[in-house]
């Protein structure tokens, strides 16, 4: 049972707009959310993560929005650049006590120049 | 700072050995380390919550005899694919988290693992 989903696997998006990659979750347990970037054959980059008591957090070109009600993140990245292709994972994490991470399946984010 | 390291990054070897994979926290102690495996175009898949000095927390469906987890200091955690066959090719992730409290892990840069 995949418990974050994220079901666009992949997205383009040409350079200077803005890409907004999605993510649902099942567990009303979790109530920290994390997004990562990650390239082939390395380890995920974390981004911006997000507690539940908020429903929005800012870090430069990137913005994660928090729907509780909806069970439902995204990540805003503006502008997009070339540099950001990428995959993305969001993650979710039910907070103390053991701290696991739950990862989703991934976006493949393409900037076309 | 929060720099986690893995060793080797790649390693190829023969079916029926056992392959050790180590995993350093460079410039912090972690109090938990969590070893993941990611499959060609897949998600992270948690295997393991691994506490120092503690025997580590394996998830369902996965074999604890077959990965041994070692934690022995608070910047060192290793994972012993035992008796490695081709389906336990995969690459390997390990995190560690940093504070207590704090719900923050820092992700090694992974190890390519392929069994003949």
């Known amino acids: 049972d995949q418990q974050v989903k994220q079901n666009s696997p992949s997205l383009s998006v040409q350079e200077g707009r803005i890409s907004i990659l999605n993510c649902d979750y099942t567990n009303s347990m979790f109530d920290y959310f994390l997004w990562y970037k990650k390239y082939p054959a390395e380890g995920p980059t974390f981004l911006i993560s997000?507690?539940?008591?908020?429903d929005k957090n800012e870090d430069g070109r990137f913005t994660v929005f928090l729907n509780k009600s909806a069970k439902h993140l995204s990540l805003h990245i503006v502008p997009s650049q070339p540099g950001d292709s990428a995959v993305y994972f969001c993650a979710a994490s039910a907070g103390s006590g053991t701290y696991k991470y739950i990862f989703g399946t991934g976006t493949r984010l393409k900037v076309l120049a | 700072g929060a720099v986690v390291s893995q060793h080797p990054s790649w390693v190829i070897c023969k079916s029926g050995t056992s392959v050790k994979i180590e995993c350093r926290s460079l410039d912090f102690q972690a109090t938990t380390m969590f070893w993941y495996r990611q499959f060609p175009k897949q998600s992270l898949m948690l295997m393991a919550t691994?506490?120092?000095?503690?025997?580590?927390?394996?998830e369902q469906g996965v074999e604890k005899d077959k990965f041994l987890i070692n934690h022995a200091s608070l910047t060192l955690s290793t994972l012993t694919v035992t008796s490695a066959h081709p389906e336990d090719s995969s690459f390997y992730i390990c995190s560690a988290r940093r504070d207590r409290g704090r719900n923050e892990q820092f992700f090694g840069p992974g190890t390519r693992l392929t069994v003949l």
């Open positions: 997000i507690s539940s008591i908020k």
């Open positions: 691994s506490n120092e000095g503690s025997k580590a927390t394996y």
